[in-house]
């Protein structure tokens, strides 16, 4: 008998980080799948899912906006049972028999921003998520966070209780550093000597002040549509003249990668719950990391990196890009081999073993 586990693709997601985890994670799971099992698809209309080795894919009537509309309201006709994994929380929560009918579903969380700090997001994102975590607590037979912290943190949200379980992300398949660097970050115009900073609201001061005191320029990966003229005056708040602040968004996996792999340092300013997708890009590159202390970056980078109270990154940063640079450099590479999308599809497929 063959066990077949259907995977919401959702690669069109509004979130490029998660739908790139949609699609690691699923080609993870293709590659790692025990025998006698076989992974499906699950897209919405008008969607691809373009990972090899699918057994089937399952095109559902309802384009991306519409479907996330009819799961808020538990309207999933049309989708089956059986087992159900969704790399987000786009999944169809619905009532089901674990029991008799081995239906299970599960769903994943990568971040609590929606509760933690949702002012930061727009208001229907934030309805949608808080409607959808609630029909989760109500139908999943598992929530998925990527960092103990987290769940520690959503078990005080929700009264999910053992259904909470840790699996972490990784970085992209393959990211490496491409060939022509040199150019991708010629054509942005990026400077010879500077820090890659991420963070979110008034935590990027830290590292704005953090650059200006070891004398480098940052660039701010991830910086959003309309964010720039807070930005700025921030960074020349904490000390960092306007020129030498460089805002980057939408970035793709080369590129980002040509912009990390060139920065002296990976300076993560947030203390939010939230997977630190640049911090195992980083790692990944051998890039030194410091970051503020927080649970998320605790759990992460545990010895692959420098944590330190916030307020105090200035003098761990000058180390990481001083004396401490290469025995930073190899902590942090060594630290990125625990994660990958392999090992987290194996734990996904031992999830629903156990269930």
Same mark, same amino acid.
């Given at each position: 008998?063959?066990?077949?586990?259907?995977?919401?693709?959702?690669?069109?997601?509004?979130?490029?980080?998660?739908?790139?985890?949609?699609?690691?994670?699923?080609?993870?799971?293709?590659?790692?799948?025990?025998?006698?099992?076989?992974?499906?698809?699950?897209?919405?209309?008008?969607?691809?899912?373009?990972?090899?080795?699918?057994?089937?894919?399952?095109?559902?009537?309802?384009?991306?906006?519409?479907?996330?509309?009819?799961?808020?309201?538990?309207?999933?006709?049309?989708?089956?049972?059986?087992?159900?994994?969704?790399?987000?929380?786009?999944?169809?929560?619905?009532?089901?028999?674990?029991?008799?009918?081995?239906?299970?579903?599960?769903?994943?969380?990568?971040?609590?921003?929606?509760?933690?700090?949702?002012?930061?997001?727009?208001?229907?994102?934030?309805?949608?998520?808080?409607?959808?975590?609630?029909?989760?607590?109500?139908?999943?037979?598992?929530?998925?966070?990527?960092?103990?912290?987290?769940?520690?943190?959503?078990?005080?949200?929700?009264?999910?209780?053992?259904?909470?379980?840790?699996?972490?992300?990784?970085?992209?398949?393959?990211?490496?550093?491409?060939?022509?660097?040199?150019?991708?970050?010629?054509?942005?115009?990026?400077? !010879? +000597?500077?820090?890659?900073?991420? *963070?979110?609201?008034? /935590?990027?001061?830290?590292?704005?002040? %953090? #650059? $200006?005191? &070891?004398?480098?320029?940052?660039?701010?990966?991830?910086?959003?549509?309309?964010?720039?003229?807070?930005?700025?005056?921030?960074?020349?708040?904490?000390?960092?003249?306007? !020129? +030498?602040?460089?805002?980057?968004? *939408?970035?793709?996996? /080369?590129?980002?990668?040509?912009?990390? %792999? #060139? $920065?002296? &340092?990976?300076?993560?300013?947030?203390?939010?719950?939230?997977?630190?997708?640049?911090?195992?890009?980083?790692?990944?590159?051998?890039?030194?990391?410091?970051?503020?202390?927080?649970?998320?970056?605790?759990?992460?980078?545990?010895?692959?990196?420098?944590?330190?109270?916030?307020?105090?990154?200035?003098? &761990?940063?000058?180390?990481?890009?001083?004396?401490?640079?290469?025995?930073?450099?190899?902590?942090?590479?060594?630290?990125?081999?625990?994660?990958?999308?392999?090992?987290?599809?194996?734990?996904?497929?031992?999830?629903?073993?156990?269930?």
């Amino acid at each position: 008998m063959t066990v077949q586990l259907r995977v919401v693709v959702d690669q069109i997601s509004v979130d490029a980080d998660l739908a790139r985890a949609a699609l690691g994670l699923t080609e993870g799971l293709v590659n790692t799948a025990p025998r006698g099992c076989v992974v499906s698809g699950i897209v919405p209309n008008g969607a691809e899912a373009s990972v090899a080795g699918l057994h089937d894919l399952r095109t559902l009537p309802l384009a991306r906006r519409e479907l996330a509309a009819a799961w808020q309201m538990g309207i999933a006709a049309g989708v089956g049972g059986g087992l159900i994994h969704s790399p987000t929380l786009l999944a169809p929560l619905v009532r089901h028999d674990r029991v008799h009918d081995n239906d299970q579903t599960t769903v994943t969380l990568w971040d609590l921003c929606a509760w933690e700090n949702p002012d930061a997001l727009p208001k229907t994102s934030v309805a949608w998520q808080r409607a959808m975590l609630k029909r989760a607590v109500k139908h999943a037979d598992a929530v998925v966070v990527p960092s103990h912290a987290m769940a520690e943190r959503l078990a005080e949200i929700t009264p999910l209780g053992d259904r909470i379980r840790v699996i972490a992300g990784a970085a992209p398949a393959g990211f490496r550093e491409p060939a022509d660097a040199s150019r991708l970050r010629e054509d942005m115009r990026l400077p !010879e +000597r500077y820090v890659a900073v991420t *963070g979110d609201g008034e /935590s990027y001061a830290d590292g704005f002040r %953090a #650059a $200006a005191s &070891a004398d480098m320029d940052a660039v701010v990966l991830d910086a959003r549509d309309g964010t720039g003229a807070a930005l700025i005056e921030l960074a020349t708040s904490a000390g960092l003249p306007a !020129e +030498r602040m460089h805002l980057l968004d *939408g970035l793709d996996d /080369s590129s980002r990668a040509a912009v990390l %792999a #060139a $920065a002296g &340092a990976m300076v993560a300013t947030s203390a939010a719950m939230a997977w630190p997708w640049r911090l195992i890009e980083a790692m990944e590159l051998g890039v030194p990391v410091v970051a503020v202390d927080s649970g998320v970056h605790s759990d992460v980078i545990a010895d692959g990196g420098t944590v330190v109270p916030s307020g105090q990154l200035d003098e &761990a940063l000058v180390d990481a890009l001083g004396s401490g640079r290469r025995r930073l450099q190899v902590l942090g590479a060594d630290r990125a081999r625990a994660f990958s999308w392999a090992s987290s599809a194996e734990r996904v497929w031992a999830l629903h073993a156990e269930l």
